[in-house]
């Protein structure tokens, strides 16, 4: 029987904040979590892609998971990240990890990457079989056997998985997916510069990274999609779309933190293997934060 799930709409993909030293810095992420909790969001992600969960301890990682439950106090609904990992780490991972405050656990792609799609497929239904909570899964790229649809749409109708983030930036592909998806299951799109053309395909919802720092201005561009109002939809796509680009230079979590730095909400530190963003990457994002509506400059300001 399919597990069932009300999770749609604007999911922020939370980072995690570190002070100089490297280490978490607790009182910014519960700042973050405050302010997304009073939001207009629908679910935050904890531990995931934008999170460096990968760079975490187990320990820390749990630490996170219980500090943003205890913060959020149960105003959102929160998902449990796992790291991409081997599939038996990932399985003893989910069956140890803490859960309680959370309505679904996020599983991202496997390390090394699946080889095939029955590798793919064998892969996130042993960890749907590990844990209690639905599970919504990462798709990141296309897999290297080509039957990433067939792949997807088979997890899809195991009773333990309701929803992909879909990641690809295959419009094409992201689009089957969405038409053939079975009824129970949400598509939400992974990459915000894609948010816009995937939502008027017919996706879900959305885990986005620019939500920790405009989450009002993604929910209402989500809303009017929904409403049918494209107009204003496209016309807040235009103005972040320059600046979201801009973003995937370097990566999730570094280009969002040199902006929530910029504005005093955090350190802009990251853990090795990742590095702040350069100087010109800086310099782009704050040319392009200047051409922002000062509306949505003042309400991250607030």
Known sequence: MKVQTNLSGLGVNLVTPFNQSGEIDFPALEKLVNRLGDSKIDFILVNGSAAEASLLSFDEQDRVLAFVAEIN????DLVCGISGADTRTSVQRVS?????????LYADEPLPRASSSSGFVGHFRSIAQATELPLIIQHRSPLKDGRSIEGILQLLNEPGIIGVVES??????????IRNKP???NIFCGRDVMNLPLMALGCDGVVSTIANAFSDDWSNMLGQMQFGNFQDARSTHHQF?????ILETEGEPTGIKAILNHFQKMEHTVRLPNTPVSEEVKSLIYKELAH???ESVELLLG
């Open 73 to 76: 106090d149960a105003r959102v």
């Open 96 to 104: 140890k990890m803490l859960q309680s405050g959370y309505v679904a």
């Open 168 to 177: 690809t930036g295959d419009v094409a592909l992201s689009g089957e997916i």
């Open 183 to 185: 009824r129970g299951t």
């Open 241 to 245: 779309a320059p600046l979201l680009r």
């Open 292 to 294: 922002l509506p000062q």
